[in-house]
């Protein structure tokens, strides 16, 4: 008798584990086959529109001119990125972004959640459900649209708001024209049109309550009040840190759409943005290079803060993606 035999061994052949193995992946795809045929637009779409044009980066490192192309431009390499920090506007465009972009941040969060706790409060579900649909449809409008309506209703001279200032004897304010009042109507605007989408996640969460820890506190004598600061808000804390932490992926992106469409001259010394710089800077004034790297550092520094975000909310809230 073989001494494999005799020690009541039997080996398989590799073989005759691994063809079932290839089998079942080939019947799985086969099965699968439209699932996997509908991902292709979105990833073409995504080649197209967001990996093919990083080529044009290395506009950066050269002295890029549009009849020269790529291949001929002269190489200058960190030139342009070395500009960048010794200009006086960088300095005072990076401190809009982050004054605009944060007032969003913190207003994105404590709004949805202020009204998503007042809104859990009505108990007549058609209002409730009329209330939710109304606050969520301005997410679906485009910012030229939303800037064509705040110019008429925020003008100096004939808007509503300013008509109801005057009313009450209150000086007009040039919302559009004031580098601390555009600030201001960036934020406020953002908020009106985002808050209701964002809503939608607290509501969630808040319907994931369970409704026996609201029983236990009603038969302790705990009032709707005492509910909500014991209950309801602690439960909402985790969904709260998560959308905070993720948020400062954003911070170096104050709205390029919205303060493009509803800025002026005017506003530039507290209004200009990172990307409406690049923008003016890259393609208005043709400095092609010069805005490829003003751009490309942001990209960076923004990729910073997304995965500082990831690694905090992770942490924080034991929340990942991967």
């Known amino acids: 008798m073989d001494k494999k035999q005799q020690s009541g061994v039997i080996q398989?052949?590799?073989?005759?584990?691994?063809?079932?193995?290839?089998?079942?992946?080939?019947?799985?795809?086969?099965?699968?086959?439209?699932?996997y045929a509908m991902l292709l637009p979105p990833?073409?779409?995504?080649?197209?529109?967001?990996?093919?044009?990083?080529?044009?980066?290395?506009?950066?490192?050269?002295?890029?001119?549009?009849?020269?192309?790529?291949?001929?431009?002269?190489?200058?390499?960190?030139?342009?990125?070395?500009?960048?920090?010794?200009?006086p506007d960088t300095i005072q465009v990076t401190f809009n972004t982050l004054v605009i972009a944060v007032g969003k941040i913190a207003a994105n969060?404590?709004?949805?959640?202020?009204?998503?706790?007042?809104?859990?409060?009505?108990?007549?579900?058609?209002?409730?459900?009329?209330?939710?649909?109304?606050?969520?449809?301005?997410?679906f409008m485009n910012w030229v649209i939303i800037g064509g309506i705040l110019m008429d209703v925020l003008s100096p001279s004939g808007g509503l708001i300013n008509r109801g200032m005057s009313m009450l004897g209150v000086e007009p304010v040039f919302f559009l024209g004031e580098g601390g009042w555009f600030r201001?109507?960036?934020?406020?605007?953002?908020?009106?049109?985002?808050?209701?989408?964002?809503?939608?996640?607290?509501?969630?969460?808040?319907?994931?309550?369970?409704?026996?820890?609201?029983?236990?506190?009603?038969?302790?004598?705990a009032n709707r009040w005492k509910q909500t600061v014991y209950i309801t808000i602690p439960m909402l804390m985790p969904i709260m840190i998560v959308l905070g932490t993720l948020s400062l992926g954003n911070v170096l992106n104050a709205?390029?759409?919205?303060?493009?469409?509803?800025?002026?001259?005017?506003?530039?010394?507290?209004?200009?943005?990172?990307?409406?710089?690049?923008?003016?800077?890259?393609?208005?004034?043709?400095?092609?290079?010069?805005?490829?790297?003003?751009?490309?550092?942001?990209?960076?520094?923004?990729?910073l803060f997304i995965i500082a975000a990831y690694r905090l909310a992770y942490r924080y809230a034991n929340y990942r993606v991967f």
């Open 12 to 35: 398989v052949p590799q073989t005759a584990t691994a063809r079932p193995t290839v089998s079942r992946r080939k019947s799985y795809f086969r099965k699968h086959t439209i699932l």
């Open 43 to 87: 990833i073409l779409f995504a080649f197209i529109f967001s990996y093919l044009p990083m080529a044009g980066l290395v506009m950066a490192f050269q002295d890029y001119q549009p009849w020269t192309g790529f291949t001929r431009s002269e190489w200058v390499g960190l030139e342009h990125f070395k500009l960048i920090f010794t200009l």
């Open 109 to 139: 969060m404590v709004v949805p959640f202020i009204f998503a706790l007042l809104l859990n409060e009505v108990r007549h579900v058609g209002y409730k459900r009329t209330v939710q649909t109304l606050v969520y449809l301005p997410h």
């Open 184 to 221: 201001f109507t960036m934020i406020a605007s953002d908020v009106w049109k985002e808050f209701g989408f964002s809503t939608i996640v607290y509501l969630a969460a808040l319907a994931g309550i369970n409704p026996s820890l609201y029983e236990a506190a009603e038969a302790d004598g």
């Open 255 to 303: 709205g390029f759409e919205q303060i493009l469409t509803l800025y002026s001259p005017l506003v530039y010394e507290k209004g200009d943005i990172i990307d409406t710089y690049v923008y003016r800077m890259g393609l208005v004034s043709g400095q092609y290079s010069f805005g490829t790297a003003f751009g490309l550092l942001k990209s960076i520094v923004s990729c």
